[in-house]
Nanobody, 121 residues
Framework: QVQLVESGGGLVQPGGSLNLSCVAS????????LAWHRQAPGKARELVAF???????NYVDSVKGRFTISRDDAKNTALLQMNSLNPEDTAVYYC???????????????WGQGTQVTVSS
C-alpha cells in the first residue's frame, strides 16, 4: 500500500500563489508518474499536470506558464507551484502517483485525499 498526504491548499487572493505538496509513503520501489488533478464544483475531474520519471512534464492549457510541477525523488514528494491564481483555479486538488512496489515489484497507483484551493477576493 502506498499512502499519499497532500498539503498546501488554502484561500488566496486572485494573482496570488500557493505551493501544493504530496508525500508518498509505503513500500515504493520506484515512482514512474506524478500527477495533479483538480475538480471544481459541478465539474468533472481534470488532469492539471504530470511529471514522468524521465523528466517529461505536461500541463493543461489553462495553467501553462502559471503552474510548475516538480518532484523530489529522495523524499518521494510531488510539488505543484501555482502562480497568478485566478478564481477559475478554485477546486479540490488531488495528487496521483503511479509506480512499482518494492518486494514483489507489482505496479501501483494511489490517490491523495484532496486539498482545497480557493481563489477569491
Amino acid at each position: 500500500q502506498v499512502q499519499l498526504v497532500e498539503s498546501g491548499g488554502g484561500l488566496v487572493q486572485p494573482g496570488g500563489s500557493l505551493n501544493l505538496s504530496c508525500v508518498a509513503s509505503g513500500s515504493i520501489f520506484t515512482i514512474n508518474l506524478l500527477a495533479w488533478h483538480r475538480q471544481a464544483p459541478g465539474k468533472a475531474r481534470e488532469l492539471v499536470a504530470f511529471h514522468t520519471n524521465r523528466g517529461g512534464t505536461n500541463y493543461v492549457d489553462s495553467v501553462k506558464g502559471r503552474f510548475t510541477i516538480s518532484r523530489d525523488d529522495a523524499k518521494n514528494t510531488a510539488l505543484l507551484q501555482m502562480n497568478s491564481l485566478n478564481p477559475e483555479d478554485t477546486a479540490v486538488y488531488y495528487c496521483n502517483v503511479a509506480g512499482i512496489l518494492a518486494g514483489d515489484y507489482r505496479p501501483f497507483t494511489s490517490w491523495g485525499q484532496g486539498t482545497q484551493v480557493t481563489v477569491s477576493s
